[in-house]
């Protein structure tokens, strides 16, 4: 079979390998045939050997952590053949740690947990894959052109239900939500703010192309003329650039007992000149919370599906501003301007 492989550490090692093995049963005992993988800042990111980790004995690494395929077989029951399912990414690490042990592996203390296509773990870009029933999520029908954002979603599904978790801590009647950043985590943060309910707003450095009306058709607004024109106090904050000068004017935009969640990953080595006597104040005096958040278990990849069913299917495939064929893997992971999220169409 057809395989996307790097060598990790290697920039630019990218390539398409024919004749890849047969992914092996002890990955699981679901066989499924890929139909498509989303492409994201973390593939580029590995191609460009900033990390990654092959499986051990391997020097290759089978990337793709964005998956979407069909059952072949399941010999347990419990997935028929043509069941529409996505890979988990992350699984637990082997000792396990405390969290790990319960299923939160999202949460695992000991950095030994492993990732598809990221560390240790062979990635979703062949043609076929393995995974065990725990770690295959079921989609619904109707999501067979979009399930490639069920990973996306689950980041922002645990998101939510951190913010969630964090609110109760007092009465907490949220109203308005901030989203910095409207790429695919972005709008996906904001499509499940408005299934809350909730008035969304979303900035973004871009005037033009589809970012703006992909939010206004949400219902939510669009602002792309900086923190300070705001003119509002958020009760929660979604932070999905990592810039960090965003991440600083965000802890200090939020409401009294606003929540601030940061989902983008910063790159070091900037500078910047602040007042951390200021943020402190601000924090301290007005009750904020402001927590990271990474990854995702299994209950929030359900919690995604169900949320990706109930939106608007249009919505979603606008989302998808290319799709690739295997055979072009190279352009499929090179960005293009005003692209909202590439697919490596495997079909």
Not at 46 to 70: M, N, Q
Not at 78 to 106: F, I, K
Not at 269 to 286: H, S
Not at 313 to 323: E, K, M, P, T
Request: negative net charge; charged residues 20%; hydrophobic residues 40%.
């Amino acid at each position: 079979m057809r395989a996307v492989t790097v060598t990790p550490g290697v920039p630019n090692s990218l390539r398409l390998v024919e004749g890849y093995p047969e992914p092996s049963i002890d990955e699981g005992a679901v066989l499924v045939e890929a139909i498509a993988v989303g492409i994201c800042g973390t593939d580029r990111e590995i191609i460009d050997g900033h990390y990654g980790e092959a499986p051990p004995g391997s020097a290759e690494l089978v990337i793709g952590h964005e998956s979407l395929g069909r059952v072949l077989e399941d010999p347990t029951g419990s997935l028929r053949p043509g069941d529409l399912v996505a890979g988990v990414v992350r699984h637990p690490d082997p000792v396990p740690c405390p969290n790990c042990a319960v299923g939160e592996w999202d949460m695992c203390r000991n950095d030994q947990y492993t990732e598809h296509g990221i560390k240790g773990l062979p990635g979703f870009a062949r043609e076929r894959w393995r995974v065990d029933p725990e770690f295959a999520v079921l989609l619904e029908p109707a999501l067979a052109d979009v399930g490639t954002l069920l990973e996306p979603t689950s980041v922002v599904a645990k998101a939510w239900e951190h913010i969630e978790r964090i609110g109760v801590r007092s009465v907490w009647q949220p109203e308005t939500v901030l989203v910095t950043g409207a790429g695919p985590i972005g709008l996906l943060a904001a499509l499940l703010g408005c299934q809350r309910g909730l008035t969304v707003h979303v900035l973004d450095l871009a005037t033009t192309g589809p970012k703006p009306e992909l939010v206004r058709a949400l219902g939510a607004h669009y602002h792309s003329e900086g923190m300070a024109a705001l003119g509002f106090a958020p009760d929660v904050v979604l932070e999905c650039t990592g810039a960090p000068s965003v991440v600083l004017d965000v802890m200090c935009q939020a409401a009294p007992n606003g929540i601030v969640c940061l989902t983008g990953v910063s790159t070091g080595g900037r500078l910047i000149d602040f007042d951390a006597g200021a943020l402190n104040r601000e924090l301290v005096l007005e009750n904020n919370v402001v927590f990271g958040s990474v990854n995702a278990n299994r209950r929030h990849w359900d919690l995604a599906a169900t949320a990706l069913a109930r939106a608007d299917q249009r919505w979603l495939a606008s989302l998808i501003s290319r799709r690739v064929p295997l055979g072009a893997y190279a352009e499929a992971y090179s960005p293009q301007p005003d692209e909202i999220k590439t697919v490596l169409d495997f079909a």
